[in-house]
């Protein structure tokens, strides 16, 4: 018996997207606020569809494999637009003799936006929805320990960066590889018997090829919609953004990615909706992961590609600092899960630091910032060793 409901949510969904994909072809005959409006939808449909076949797909494959599948088909977007700033800067960076040029300054803007964007306010967000929802401690580094590692990996290559003034492209070539070892070790870890609810319960009462089906179908096409639809809708943001004077570095840094980052947000958001805490914290923190290492590193392989040559990918001051506050934030993620007293003042100052980079957005500030947030995990750290010890 067919259940109409499910399916007719599925298609509105899967609309969505196609229309999305359509407006692509014709978008020049539609109104320039419209657009991102349209684009914004269809990456919202595309993700709920990732949510549900990925989800169901954990009745066939490793929950923890699933989780950091979802995590790298979500950041495509980021992917594509991070590919297509690294691969333009390498060419004006090759035109322009080998030397600094604007367009290597987006590709730095974009990558430490997006990873802030992540740690800062996604994390944040998913951490005040599992409190208001269950208020209850969740142990994140029993149950995410590898992508805490990766991020702390990601963090110090761009500390490195910040003290180089470039990122070196056997640097690339380790986050890279941490990343796809990273991949391997998910596949192989063994998770608790999932639970179903909704549309991906639904998808798991099919027969299992029918049931592999969809799930693959359902991925596969929120991956080229996604994928499609990004770009557009980042430069329809951008067009529109231009319209009002704000500065260009500053919409590639923080409009930009919050685009391409909402996916892997959302679906975080709907898991914790869900009372499903420790998926939601781990879509997240995998994204992370997968930013910090698999993204920061294919910039500088990307760059180089276009560049024509083996250069390191080059940073000036300012995104020097970039690369720096980046990591701090991250530092001083971790230090609150390594704390492990999570309730909802510390989030929410921690994401009120945030927004103070976005509104003093000049260097300096940027600079003793990050010095704040490194000497502010310093403590944090200290404690939770201290108290460990004596609880020994």
């Known amino acids: 018996m067919v259940h109409y409901k499910p399916v007719s949510i599925i298609f509105f969904n899967a609309l969505l997207a196609i229309f999305g994909i359509l407006t692509t072809t014709f978008e020049s005959h539609l109104p320039d606020l419209l657009l991102p409006i349209i684009y914004g939808f269809a990456i919202f449909g595309a993700a709920i569809l990732i949510s549900w076949g990925a989800e169901a797909s954990e009745k066939d494959i490793s929950g923890a494999f699933v989780i950091a599948l979802i995590a ?18 390498g060419k004006s960076y090759k035109n322009n003799n080998f030397k600094y040029t604007d367009r290597v300054g987006y590709v730095s803007a974009n990558v430490t936006g997006a990873n802030r964007l992540l740690a800062g306010l996604g994390w944040p967000l998913i951490m005040l929805i599992n409190l208001y929802r269950n208020n209850k401690q969740i142990n994140i580094i029993k149950n995410n320990k590898i992508e805490l590692v990766i991020i702390f990996a990601g963090l110090a290559s761009m500390t490195l960066t910040f003290i180089l003034d470039m990122q070196p492209l056997l640097l690339s070539a380790i986050l890279i590889c941490i990343y796809l070892f990273y991949l391997y070790v998910s596949s192989k870890k063994e998770s608790e018997e999932p639970e179903f609810v909704g549309i991906s319960k639904y998808i798991t009462e099919f027969k299992k090829p029918v049931r592999i089906t969809i799930n693959v179908s359902l991925i596969v096409f929120s991956a080229i919609s996604i994928f499609v639809v990004s770009h557009p809708f980042v430069e329809s943001l951008i067009h529109v953004g231009e319209k009002f004077g704000i500065d260009e570095y500053y919409l590639i840094q923080w409009l930009a990615p919050l685009a391409s980052e909402s996916p892997e947000i959302l679906i975080a958001s709907l898991f914790a909706f869900r009372n499903k805490s420790i998926e939601s914290i781990a879509i997240i923190l995998s994204s992370q992961a997968n930013q910090m290492s698999l993204l920061i590193g294919s910039m500088g392989w990307i760059f180089a590609l276009a560049a024509g040559r083996l250069d390191s ?32 003042t510390i ?30 995990s310093i403590p944090l750290f200290s404690s939770t060793l201290i108290a460990n010890k004596f609880k020994k």
């Open 313 to 344: 990918f080059p940073v000036n001051d300012t995104q020097a600092i970039e690369f720096l506050l980046t990591a701090a934030f991250a530092l001083f993620q971790i230090a609150i899960i390594y704390k492990s007293k999570f309730n909802k």
């Open 347 to 376: 989030i929410i100052g921690f994401m009120i630091l945030f927004a103070s980079q976005l509104i003093f957005s000049n260097s300096d500030f940027k600079f003793y910032l990050s010095i704040f947030l490194f000497l502010l």
């Open 72 to 89: 790298l088909i979500a950041v495509l977007p980021e992917y594509s637009i991070e590919s297509i700033l690294a691969y333009t800067a």
